[in-house]
């Protein structure tokens, strides 16, 4: 039995579940997320909790339970607090600018980068050079940050690039002059 399929999903207050077999919707200050659960797990609600059981003890169905309980954990959490994904630009010339909903991102080009965002996802822009992408959906919005983060990928020689905050760059040396 997998240790993290095995733990209860506490339900918060403000937040209401709908369970209709595998298909499980959660509505919450900060949205409304739903999603279909692959086969081979059972979700039931006790009283102020979420819990999900698999099945059979068929291998596959053993390997869905963590991940089931884990993406239904992340959907209450995601409606009830949310989630951001804070990036950095570091370079000269690199900035971030939000037009309408819309990012455009200088990072060097000729050009800026726009990007709309996905129904559901925020961006945020702090001192021209931090990025703040937010929503409920932790997948969506990881995946949002992820493609900020494509458009320049940190350098390992002088670090300049767009990264996630907090993230380290392993560093290369240049090269060595003649001996």
Same mark, same amino acid.
């Given at each position: 039995? *997998? ?37 081979? &797990?059972?979700? *039931?609600? &006790? ?58 991102? *200088? ?73």
């Amino acid at each position: 039995m *997998s240790r993290i399929g095995k733990n209860p999903i506490p339900i918060p207050d403000k937040v209401a579940v709908t369970l209709d077999g595998l298909a499980v919707s959660v509505k919450g200050p900060k949205g409304e997320l739903s999603r279909t659960l692959p086969e081979g &797990v059972s979700v *039931s609600q &006790v009283e102020n909790t979420i819990v999900v059981t698999p099945t059979s003890q068929k291998r596959k169905s053993r390997e869905r339970h963590g991940l089931c309980r884990s993406l239904v954990a992340n959907m209450v959490e995601g409606v009830s607090k949310g989630y951001t994904r804070k990036l950095e630009l570091i370079g000269v010339g690199s900035r971030a600018q939000v037009k309408g909903k819309k990012l455009v991102v *200088s990072a060097g080009f000729s050009h800026p980068v726009e990007m709309d965002p996905p129904e559901g996802v925020t961006f945020a822009v702090e001192n021209n050079t931090n990025v703040t992408v937010s929503g409920a959906d932790k997948e969506l919005v990881g995946n949002e940050a992820a493609k900020i983060r494509a458009i320049r990928p940190p350098e390992p020689y002088k670090g300049k690039g767009i990264r996630y905050e907090g993230e380290r760059i392993l560093r290369k040396a240049g090269k060595s002059g003649k001996k």
